[in-house]
């Protein structure tokens, strides 16, 4: 054990890992940056031109449909996440009949590619093919709704898809938090004679934290990383009001060889990533600390 | 000992995953000397193609049959096909440019091929046409004068020609007991016929907005507006985008949508979508081009018809407007020069892809290839490559240099097909589409 608490061995240890992510992330995030400082269209050399991008980027009306769409989705991915996994985590807890199989059913979703469950969903919410406007005009209530592919209802579409791919993978991670608490302190609990709602408040939520955090971090990364749903559904269309941060990036980049502009749109999305989770962060500690004192 | 042997297993560890990353990396290179050795040794030259397609044999299966016809005539030469779908490969072949590992020839998206040829990557053909009169001549020069820099630079020649237009039903007119349009129908009477049509729950006009650049047939309708008369000045930033013709132009598609010319779903439609909606007798007519052909000759038969799109009694520019251009040419990596056998090689394959042999396999596939022999080909079979081949003969109509698009940089053209399909949907206004194109225009 002495060897291994050592400094200069747990460095070494630490440098292959260390060099994998310096050369798959740090660097290449440097020098996305790097371009987002130029004008680039891929070919040649690039063009320094300062913080034109960033200043062409905030008078961009569709910077700003992707930010609002982006914010969309992530608070209903995110409300919806948070709370319907653990649920679902709690009944999976519970000694239910058939528990193994419903398991199994609701963690099906996240083994399939984004890509898939895009195609899938188109079949579901498109307005003249998918099932739910065939089932509302077979019922009679008219023409239906344009669930995706219209000026409102597409960010909240997405949501509702991040949701149900997610919903089984964060209910696991939660079930794995809840398999850790100890048997002793919930049957200490149950001998004081706590309610559901006293042991949940009191006992699982606080001793959850961590697991908690772990899904709030997933989450949050997850919903400014969502690409192929949106590509699937509308390819951010029509006329990007259905773009998200991610897919404006990449339409900037690839689709109009803007390498500059699309790498000052990654390199915000990345920063705003990062506040959102300093933010959870500084709000979960201070609550935490309240909990405490 | 044993903090000795706990040093020997951690160094021992860091070495493994160390030589693991630099072992992927010296294989990739072997791997590549090991292509590179390939090429040169033996009896035979392979030249290598950069395709747009995944899989040419079933996407673009006239040009595989071309490389066929070609291998079997030059036993010596193979060719190696590179595919990748389109944005894949447009990103790739700007990667390869970077790091100079271009394959030998490659297809190009007319908007990257010029920037490819100012960064010095790409081969001059003029010698090749040089050398190859026939090739030269069977070549029309709007075919040759697309893929050429103001300094007089052949940087590419045509893939094939490209015919754009309006496919119709003529069976689903006729239900609806309408006329059916033909070269020369105006936009108002076109008016009539999409109101007709939508009344009796038809799509007057098939088109996928998912896919943006899937508007040729509105392109078109750009130049009897003048277009090629107005974009030297408005990319030289004399003039807009947003001016009292195209305004008009924009206008009108904008009441198309209003009348219900578009599928309903239009927002949400791929172009392959809209192609299934036209083949299976729900819309009238579709915007697409000559490539469609074979599976329109299948699905439609003899009732399938071809024309150029609606003209304009406002518009005082050509109303005779077909389109019949250069489609994104073939470049050479500049590479291939300083390879003799290698450029004799590469030459000998676009002398075969230009002649009169490789045309006839064109027009047996239904593509109209970009040189211009007289071939003897049956089309009673192929009533769809019949009906376009009819309307490219129609005397008076003529071609205008390139497709409106194609001669925008990625982020206007980009732009101009999203303006498009938003004046179509009611996304924006006319004058909105036209001012966000010129918004483009300017950070260029």
């Not at chain 1, 910077?63 to 709690?90: C, E, H, Q, R, S």
């Not at chain 2, 693991?20 to 290179?29: L, M, P």
């Not at chain 2, 090749?128 to 300094?151: G, H, I």
Request: net charge positive; charged share 15%; aromatic share 12%.
């Amino acid at each position: 054990m002495h060897w291994l608490s050592r400094k200069r061995n747990i460095l070494m240890m630490l440098i292959p890992t260390l060099m994998i992510y310096l050369v798959y992330m740090i660097i290449p995030i440097a020098i996305a940056i790097g371009y987002s400082f130029t004008k680039y269209t891929g070919i040649g050399k690039a063009k320094i031109v300062g913080f034109n991008n960033y200043m062409r980027l905030f008078r961009d009306h569709t910077f700003w449909i992707a930010l609002k769409n982006t914010a969309v989705i992530f608070v209903i991915a995110f409300v919806l996440l948070m709370i319907g996994a653990f649920v679902v985590a709690l009944l999976l807890n519970l000694n239910l009949k058939g528990k193994s199989f419903a398991q199994s059913l609701i963690f099906s979703p996240a083994v399939i590619a984004p890509i898939i469950v895009g195609i899938l969903w188109v079949f579901i919410l498109d307005p003249q093919i998918g099932l739910i406007n065939a089932i509302i005009r077979s019922l009679g209530f008219g023409q239906g709704i344009k669930w995706i592919g219209g000026k409102t209802l597409t960010p909240v579409s997405v949501a509702i898809v991040y949701f149900w791919q997610q919903l089984g993978y964060l209910a696991t991670i939660y079930l794995a938090g809840l398999k850790m608490i100890p048997v002793e302190i919930e049957e200490a609990v149950q001998i004081d004679g706590a309610s559901v709602w006293q042991k949940l408040r009191y006992v699982t939520i606080p001793m959850m934290r961590s697991t908690i955090s772990t899904v709030a971090i997933l989450v949050i990364t997850g919903t400014f990383k969502i690409f192929e749903i949106v590509q699937q559904l509308t390819n951010g269309g029509p006329n990007h009001i259905s773009e998200t941060l991610i897919t404006y990036s990449y339409s900037a980049t690839f689709t109009n060889g803007e390498y500059g502009y699309g790498m000052s749109l990654a390199t915000v999305t990345f920063f705003i990533s990062l506040v959102v989770i300093a933010i959870y962060f500084g709000l979960s500690k201070e609550r935490g600390r309240k909990e405490v004192s | 000992m044993k903090s000795v042997l706990k040093r020997i297993v951690t160094f021992g560890l860091a070495a493994a995953i160390a030589t693991s990353v630099t072992g992927c990396a010296t294989s990739n290179q072997s791997s590549s000397s090991d292509v590179a050795s390939e090429k040169k040794s033996g009896s035979k030259t392979v030249i290598t193609l950069g395709m747009h397609v995944a899989n040419v044999d079933e996407q673009e299966p006239v040009t595989g049959k071309i490389i066929k016809a070609f291998e079997q005539a030059n036993p010596n030469i193979t060719v190696q096909i590179q595919g990748n779908d389109k944005d894949a490969h447009v990103n790739k072949m700007k990667l390869d440019a970077q790091s100079g590992e271009l394959p030998d020839i490659f297809w190009m998206d007319s908007s990257v091929a010029p920037q490819l040829n100012s960064s010095g990557v790409l081969l001059d053909l003029s010698d090749f046409l040089k050398a190859y009169p026939a090739v030269n001549t069977a070549l029309s020069e709007n075919m040759k004068a697309a893929s050429r820099s103001s300094d007089g630079k052949q940087y590419g020649l045509p893939y094939q020609s490209l015919v754009t237009g309006f496919w119709y039903n003529k069976a689903v007119f006729k239900r609806v007991g309408i006329d059916a349009p033909k070269n020369g129908t105006t936009y108002d009477e076109l008016i009539k016929m999409v109101k007709a049509l939508h009344t009796k729950g038809i799509i007057p006009i098939a088109q996928g907005a998912k896919d943006a650049y899937s508007v040729w047939g509105f392109l078109t309708g750009l130049e009897r507006y003048g277009y090629f008369s107005k974009i030297d000045s408005i990319l030289n930033g004399k003039a807009k985008f947003d001016n009292p013709d195209f305004l008009k132009y924009f206008s009108k598609i904008n009441t198309l949508g209003k009348a219900g010319a578009f599928p309903s779903n239009c927002a949400t439609s791929t172009y392959f979508q809209a192609k299934a909606d036209f083949t299976s007798g729900k819309a009238a007519m579709f915007d697409s081009g000559v490539w469609d052909a074979g599976v329109l000759d299948k699905s439609i038969g003899k009732n399938i018809g071809f024309w150029w799109g609606p003209t304009f009694q406002d518009s005082s520019d050509n109303q005779k407007v077909s389109m019949n251009v250069s489609s994104a040419p073939f470049c050479v990596s500049k590479a291939v020069g300083d390879n003799q056998s290698k450029k004799d090689a590469v030459y000998k394959f676009l002398a075969f892809y230009y002649s009169k042999q490789a045309a006839k396999i064109s027009y047996e596939g239904s593509i109209i290839p970009a040189t211009n022999y007289k071939v003897d080909a049956n089309l009673e079979s192929k009533p769809a490559f019949k009906a376009v081949v009819t309307a490219l003969q129609e005397s008076g109509w003529s071609s205008p240099k390139a497709q409106p698009d194609l001669v925008l940089t990625e982020a206007v053209q980009a732009q101009l097909y999203d303006s498009i399909y938003g004046t179509m949907l009611g996304t924006y206004s006319p004058k909105e589409a036209l001012e966000k194109i010129d918004s483009v225009q300017q950070q260029q």
